[in-house]
């Protein structure tokens, strides 16, 4: 604080020169006035640090000096000097917003330096703070600017993911494939997807990417490119390849190491051969496992193993083929659905599906519903359902 600059006024000369000396002889520099008049031009020529005023003086008293300074700069440090018989005066100056007051005559003028420090102090830790919180409203006010870009981003990047996903389920001679997306933010790390591969086969699957969010999103992107390329293969090869859905995990497999993303994906994937009448699908660490619902037979999960896609460099996927029972469901979930539904083990969350899906929820309407997914505000994480079904 030494070296600030202080306006003392005072109209006792001797008092005033007194002061001056003993703040010059301790680093201060100093303005001086004799009256509340002279003081109010030299604040405003010379911006001092702080003012030291005396409260009754002639031409221009102490306390209009203190209302005129205040409603010129709020922050100055401004400690008042009075007699002991005025302290009514020195309650008024308070009022006004004076920083302290001293009781004349000061005798130990150390009590002064340590006032004025006080008073530098504290102004300076009021400017601090001043300017932290400018700081802190300018954040405050640029987070919300990039909040609202951000929205509007994802808002952007959903209604592309949507657009992403089958418009409309794919019925298929006496089959149907049909799916629901419930995302815990604007996107989603869950995906779903179905098509025709030719006039007696059609392949689909449901993939959820580790995490959820904008980065899971980007992943799903990828996937709906890759199957699209895929496709595309096996179009322009006149449709001759056999298309396995093991080789096309292990596609995915090298294709999301190569990224160096570090995401991975639990997949399950099928392709449907009506003229063969077989099923055959590949797990990709996929869980919960897939539910089959057949006429006359129990309700059952789907068996099969396999590792997350994207993790392991030599993860090997296997086919499994099944004859298509010739009126069934298989419903697959992704497993937010395990987060939501309120029973507490596991043991208890996979018999409250079988129980679900037993007692006929084989459309996606019904299945929602039955879950209590409707009702849902925010999930806490993303949820995908489809369903396969022959009618």
């Given at each position: 604080?030494?070296?600030s600059t202080?306006?003392?006024?005072?109209?006792?000369?001797?008092?005033?020169?007194?002061?001056?000396?003993?703040?010059?002889?301790?680093?201060?520099?100093?303005?001086?006035?004799?009256?509340?008049?002279?003081?109010?031009?030299i604040?405003?020529?010379c911006?001092?640090d702080?003012?030291?005023c005396?409260?009754?003086?002639?031409?221009?008293?102490?306390?209009?000096?203190?209302?005129?300074?205040?409603?010129?700069?709020?922050?100055?440090?401004?400690?008042?000097?009075?007699?002991?018989?005025?302290?009514?005066?020195?309650v008024?100056?308070?009022?006004?917003?004076?920083?302290?007051?001293l009781?004349?005559?000061?005798?130990?003028?150390?009590?002064?330096?340590?006032?004025?420090?006080?008073?530098?102090?504290?102004?300076?830790?009021?400017?601090?703070?001043?300017?932290?919180?400018?700081?802190?409203?300018?954040?405050?006010?640029?987070l919300?600017?990039?909040?609202?870009?951000?929205?509007?981003?994802?808002?952007?990047?959903r209604?592309?993911?949507?657009?992403?996903?089958?418009?409309?389920?794919l019925?298929?001679?006496d089959?149907?494939?049909?799916?629901?997306?419930?995302?815990?933010?604007?996107?989603?790390?869950?995906?779903?997807?179905?098509?025709?591969?030719?006039?007696?086969?059609?392949?689909?699957?449901?993939?959820?990417?580790?995490?959820?969010?904008?980065?899971?999103?980007?992943v799903?992107?990828?996937?709906?490119?890759?199957?699209?390329?895929?496709?595309?293969?096996?179009?322009?090869?006149?449709?001759?390849?056999?298309?396995?859905?093991?080789?096309?995990?292990s596609?995915?497999?090298?294709?999301?190491?190569?990224?160096?993303?570090?995401?991975?994906?639990?997949?399950?994937?099928?392709?449907?051969?009506?003229?063969?009448?077989?099923?055959?699908?590949?797990?990709?660490g996929?869980?919960?496992?897939?539910?089959?619902?057949?006429e006359?037979?129990?309700?059952?999960?789907?068996?099969?193993?396999?590792?997350?896609?994207?993790?392991?460099?030599?993860?090997?996927?296997?086919?499994?083929?099944?004859?298509?029972?010739?009126?069934?469901?298989?419903?697959i979930l992704?497993?937010?659905?395990?987060?939501?539904?309120?029973?507490?083990s596991?043991?208890?969350?996979?018999?409250?599906?079988?129980?679900?899906?037993?007692?006929?929820?084989?459309?996606?309407?019904?299945?929602?519903?039955?879950?209590?997914?409707?009702?849902i505000?925010?999930?806490?994480?993303d949820?995908?359902?489809?369903?396969?079904?022959?009618?």
């Amino acid at each position: 604080m030494t070296g600030s600059t202080i306006l003392v006024i005072d109209d006792d000369t001797i008092v005033r020169e007194s002061i001056v000396a003993y703040l010059q002889g301790i680093g201060f520099k100093t303005h001086e006035a004799g009256n509340g008049q002279q003081g109010l031009h030299i604040f405003r020529d010379c911006h001092p640090d702080l003012i030291l005023c005396d409260l009754r003086m002639p031409i221009m008293d102490g306390l209009t000096m203190l209302s005129q300074v205040r409603s010129e700069a709020s922050d100055i440090p401004f400690i008042v000097v009075s007699g002991a018989g005025v302290m009514t005066d020195v309650v008024e100056a308070l009022h006004l917003g004076a920083s302290d007051f001293l009781v004349k005559p000061i005798v130990d003028l150390e009590v002064l330096e340590y006032a004025i420090h006080r008073a530098l102090e504290k102004a300076q830790l009021l400017m601090e703070n001043k300017r932290y919180r400018a700081s802190l409203e300018e954040a405050i006010n640029s987070l919300k600017s990039s909040l609202t870009l951000l929205q509007e981003d994802q808002k952007a990047g959903r209604q592309v993911q949507m657009n992403m996903l089958p418009r409309h389920p794919l019925e298929y001679k006496d089959f149907k494939v049909d799916h629901n997306i419930i995302p815990s933010l604007y996107l989603s790390g869950d995906f779903v997807d179905y098509f025709t591969l030719s006039d007696h086969s059609f392949a689909f699957y449901l993939a959820d990417v580790s995490g959820h969010g904008a980065s899971s999103a980007f992943v799903t992107v990828l996937l709906k490119h890759m199957s699209i390329s895929l496709l595309q293969d096996y179009h322009n090869n006149g449709g001759k390849i056999r298309v396995k859905p093991s080789h096309v995990l292990s596609y995915i497999n090298q294709s999301l190491l190569k990224t160096g993303l570090g995401k991975h994906v639990t997949v399950f994937g099928g392709i449907v051969n009506t003229r063969d009448q077989t099923l055959t699908y590949s797990f990709g660490g996929h869980f919960p496992l897939p539910v089959i619902a057949e006429e006359g037979q129990q309700v059952r999960f789907l068996e099969g193993k396999g590792l997350p896609v994207g993790l392991f460099e030599d993860a090997v996927y296997e086919d499994v083929i099944i004859d298509l029972p010739r009126q069934f469901s298989l419903t697959i979930l992704s497993d937010g659905i395990l987060e939501v539904l309120p029973q507490k083990s596991l043991k208890e969350k996979e018999d409250h599906l079988l129980s679900v899906i037993g007692e006929g929820a084989d459309t996606i309407a019904t299945l929602t519903e039955r879950l209590g997914l409707n009702d849902i505000q925010e999930a806490p994480d993303d949820i995908a359902m489809l369903i396969l079904a022959r009618y």
